[in-house]
């Protein structure tokens, strides 16, 4: 951006001098483009960029909107494909979390100071249970809205008594990876619609979408929906 | 008509400056958050950098070049010469027409390319480029062609009917 500006800058003599120049031709007689170089003219220009635009938006943007998904031929993604209707950037598989995410014994720890509680997924499941419509909205470009049910963060930094000025760091089950923790600012923290999700779609968690329990807040990139969460504490 | 006025040196020169300024502002930030990053990210941005220029004037230039000189050449003879005693002349309009479908097809193929290149690495799992996308690449060039090669009739035609109608005196001198 920078260089663009200051790239404008140096050739503005050049650009106001061609506006100018253009004005003054097509004042007084009648201007149509070119009939020599009929593949350059501004208007064939803009028609074929026009078109390519077009072309992708239509054969692509289906697999962020739904109103294209018919016709998404060449997105890398398609609504809808995947575990209980979503896709999945980085399975259970991958992230190496398979036998921790299963074992019975697994606990969500939430800490705040020298204050912790553990709570099975079971514990979690009779916390009161809050319903919110949010995007899985990934930065490689693909947006998918889903359902997803469970316990407000706010309510589990209510457990250890954290005040409401707190943030929260959420860890996953994870044993390596740049995405394996992520911070919620205060204000996310504490907001209504930041869940520790335990249910998508109605049915529990699908191991691929963080089972037992994954993070979902309002406007966060998909990469800091944090999966497979182990551990919540204050910052 | 009279000449639109040149605009006043001091306008143009303030103009200048601010965008020269908002330009450097931007560079800097940039440059502070480069610092940010970790060594490797660095690399990669860097490979990717270059990789873009590379590309562009490397491959994609000359292929597009090669592509119209090719088409422009294989034109005139056409409408000159001919090609084996066969003269045709492109219609007016073809031109454009042709340049737009190559670069729908173009763009698409610049879209296409890397999924093939990601699904020949095998896909990190099966919600990712899930699509028949090489098959679906060669249907789209095909209605490309069909709709350049069917425009091109329409106008070919539309032309002729035309030479029909006017006296051949009145076409010489357009």
């Not at chain 1, 106001?16 to 070119?34: D, I, P």
Request: hydrophobic content about 45%; some cysteine; glycine content about 10%.
């Amino acid at each position: 951006m920078g260089a663009l500006a200051i790239h404008v800058a140096a050739q503005l003599p050049t650009i106001v001098r061609h506006w100018r120049r253009e004005r003054a031709v097509s004042g007084g007689q009648v201007s149509t483009g070119s009939t020599t170089a009929e593949t350059t003219t501004r208007r064939g220009f803009l028609v074929a960029v026009g078109a390519g635009v077009a072309a992708v938006v239509l054969l692509t943007a289906g697999q962020s909107f739904r109103a294209l998904r018919r016709t998404n031929l060449f997105a890398p993604r398609v609504q809808g494909l995947g575990p209980q209707g979503l896709p999945v950037n980085k399975t259970a598989a991958a992230a190496r979390v398979h036998d921790a995410a299963t074992d019975p014994a697994w606990t969500l720890t939430v800490v705040h100071g020298a204050r912790s509680v553990a709570l099975t997924r079971a514990e979690l499941e009779a916390l009161p249970q809050t319903e919110v419509e949010l995007p899985i909205a990934c930065v490689e470009g693909w947006t998918t809205f889903a359902r997803w049910r469970g316990v407000r963060v706010a309510d589990l930094l209510a457990l250890v008594d954290a005040p409401s000025g707190t943030g929260a760091r959420v860890t996953s089950l994870e044993p390596s990876g740049p995405y394996r923790t992520s911070d919620l600012e205060p204000a996310f923290a504490h907001h209504p619609r930041t869940l520790v999700a335990l249910e998508l779609g109605g049915e529990p968690l699908d191991l691929d979408h963080g089972y037992p329990a994954r993070l979902i807040a309002p406007a966060r990139p998909g990469v800091l929906q944090t999966k497979w969460l182990t551990r919540v504490e204050t910052t | 008509m009279t000449a639109p006025p040149t605009p006043p040196p001091r306008v143009l020169r303030t103009v200048r400056l601010l965008l020269v300024a908002a330009g450097a502002v931007g560079l800097g930030v940039g440059a502070v958050k480069l610092t940010a990053l970790h060594p490797s990210q660095l690399r990669s941005l860097a490979v990717w950098l270059v990789a873009g220029v590379v590309l562009h004037d490397g491959v994609l230039v000359p292929l597009v070049t090669v592509a119209l000189a090719g088409g422009g050449l294989v034109l005139r003879r056409l409408a000159g010469p001919g090609i084996r005693g066969r003269r045709w002349r492109a219609p007016r309009g073809t031109g454009p027409l042709v340049t737009s479908c190559l670069v729908v097809g173009g763009v698409l193929t610049l879209v296409v390319l890397p999924e093939l290149h990601a699904r020949s690495l095998g896909a990190a799992n099966p919600t990712v480029v899930p699509g028949d996308y090489g098959r679906r690449l060669v249907l789209a060039w095909a209605v490309l062609a069909v709709v350049a090669v069917a425009r091109t009739g329409g106008l070919s035609l539309r032309d002729r009917a035309r030479r029909r109608r006017e006296p051949p005196a009145a076409r010489e001198a357009p």
